[in-house]
């Protein structure tokens, strides 16, 4: 079992920055996709941005240009730098993470969530 354990949310003006962090718990399993996804209050949750194990990246339209995804593969670890905040990013930060286990088995794993709020 993988455990992705996030931190870096919080209360940001508009215009300010925040970074967040997802680390993975060790285990048999290999990583090869990860992403951020996000959720607002009362709306379905959307993909942020995702990174591939070469350090591919996409954005969705809404962020590009402000948020930078990246990774550290020596620890498991998936980045989202998060600039230019408005209050619409506001919502809840889910990190997810994709692979095969050493036997070759898919698996997929969520975090637990950190919350973005964007506010004056």
């Known amino acids: 079992q993988v455990q992705l354990v996030e931190s870096g949310g919080g209360l940001v003006q508009p215009g300010g920055s925040l970074r967040l962090s997802c680390a993975a718990s060790?285990?048999?399993?290999?990583?090869?996709?990860m992403r951020w996804y996000r959720q607002a209050p009362g709306k379905q949750r959307e993909l942020v941005a995702a990174v591939t194990r070469s350090g591919s990246t996409d954005y969705a339209d809404s962020v590009k240009g402000r948020f930078t995804i990246s990774r550290d593969n020596t620890r498991d670890t998936v980045y989202l730098q998060m600039n230019s905040l408005k209050p619409e990013d506001t919502a809840d930060y889910y990190c997810?993470?994709?692979?095969?286990?050493?036997?070759?088995?898919?698996?997929?794993?969520w975090g637990q969530g950190t919350q973005v709020t964007v506010s004056e």
């Open positions: 997810y993470a994709e692979g095969y286990t050493f036997v070759g088995t898919f698996r997929e794993y």
């Open positions: 060790r285990s048999n399993f290999r990583i090869d996709a």
